[in-house]
C-alpha cells in the first residue's frame, strides 16, 4: 500500500529526472514504482514538453506519495527538458529515467550499497526488456555487452533511459546539449569521461525499458537507426541535424 509522505522540503541524496510528453499511459508505471522504493531520500522532476493528454494531471495525482515536482518546457526537446529538471532539483545524484522506464523497489537501495564502496561519476545499470520474448532479452542483453565494450575501449555509449550521474560532474560539462537531435546522451557520458570521471555499467540493479518503440516500428527499422546513429557518433561526433524520423514520447505507443 502507498503511504503519504510529510516531509519538508529538504536536500535529497537523490534527483529523479524524467522528461515527458504524452506519456499517460507510460508514466503511471514509473511514477507507482518510485512510490514503491524502499529507500525513499529521494525527489522526482517531471518536465513536461507540452502533452496534450493527461499526463500532467497524473503528475499531480502523485505528488501525495513523495516529493514531486511538475515542470512544463517550453518546447520538446529531451536534452532541454532533462536539463530543465536537474537545475529545478538538488539532489547529490541525478538519476534520469525515461517516461516509459519502470524499476523494481530495491532500485535506489541497491545504489546505495554501492556508493558505500565508492562514489559514482556517471553510470547505467542492467536492463531487461518489458516482453517475454526469447529476442528482445538477446537484444537488451546485446546492448548490455555493447555498453560494456565501449567503456573498456574509452568511447562510452549508455542510453538516456537509465543514466546516474553526480551533480557536481553534471554541472561541470554542462548538462546535455539541447542542440544534439540524436544520441544526446552518449553526448554527454563522452564529455563526462572526457573530462577524466569515470563511467560504469552496473550489473545491478535492473531496471526494465520499454520495447513500444520497436513493436511499432518493427525490430528491423529501429535497429537500423540506432547502428546509423552509432557510427554517425563514432565517425562524425554529435548529431546536430536529423538522420531519421524519430518521435519523442507517448507516440510511439
Known amino acids: 500500500m502507498l503511504q503519504l509522505y510529510s516531509n519538508a522540503m529538504v536536500k535529497k541524496r537523490f534527483s529523479v529526472v524524467i522528461p515527458a510528453l504524452n506519456e499517460e499511459k507510460y ?6 514504482a518510485l512510490a514503491r522504493q524502499t529507500y525513499t531520500d529521494f525527489e522526482a522532476v517531471v518536465v513536461d514538453g507540452g502533452s496534450r493528454d493527461d499526463t500532467q494531471k497524473i503528475v499531480r495525482e ?16 529531451v536534452g532541454l527538458q532533462r536539463n530543465v529538471g536537474a537545475f529545478a532539483s538538488q539532489g547529490e ?24 564502496k565508492r562514489p559514482i561519476g556517471i553510470a547505467t545499470t542492467r536492463f531487461v526488456p518489458d516482453s517475454p520474448s526469447l529476442l528482445d532479452h538477446f537484444l537488451t542483453h546485446l546492448c548490455g555487452w555493447g555498453i560494456q565494450a565501449s567503456l573498456i575501449l574509452g568511447k562510452p555509449f549508455m542510453s538516456g533511459q537509465n543514466l546516474i550521474v553526480r551533480r557536481d560532474i553534471f ?3 554542462g548538462g546535455f546539449d539541447k542542440t544534439v537531435i540524436h544520441g544526446e546522451d552518449c553526448d554527454l557520458v563522452q564529455r563526462v569521461v572526457k573530462a577524466h570521471y569515470l563511467g560504469e555499467f552496473l550489473k545491478s540493479p535492473t531496471h526494465v ?3 513500444r518503440r520497436l513493436r511499432k516500428e518493427g525490430r528491423m527499422e529501429v535497429i537500423w537507426k540506432y547502428t546509423l546513429s552509432f557510427f554517425y557518433q563514432i565517425i562524425r561526433g554529435p548529431i546536430r541535424s536529423s538522420l531519421f524520423a524519430y518521435e519523442m514520447g507517448g507516440q510511439a505507443n
Not at 97 to 106: G, Q, S
Open 171 to 173: 554541472n561541470h560539462v
Open 62 to 77: 502523485y505528488k501525495a506519495f513523495y516529493p514531486l515536482f511538475l515542470k512544463v518546457s517550453q518546447r520538446k526537446n
Open 93 to 116: 545524484y541525478l538519476v534520469f529515467f525515461d517516461a516509459d522506464v519502470t524499476i523494481f523497489p530495491d532500485y535506489f537501495a541497491t545504489i546505495v550499497k554501492r556508493l558505500q
Open 209 to 211: 525499458v520499454s520495447f
Open 27 to 32: 508514466l503511471p508505471r514509473l511514477l507507482n
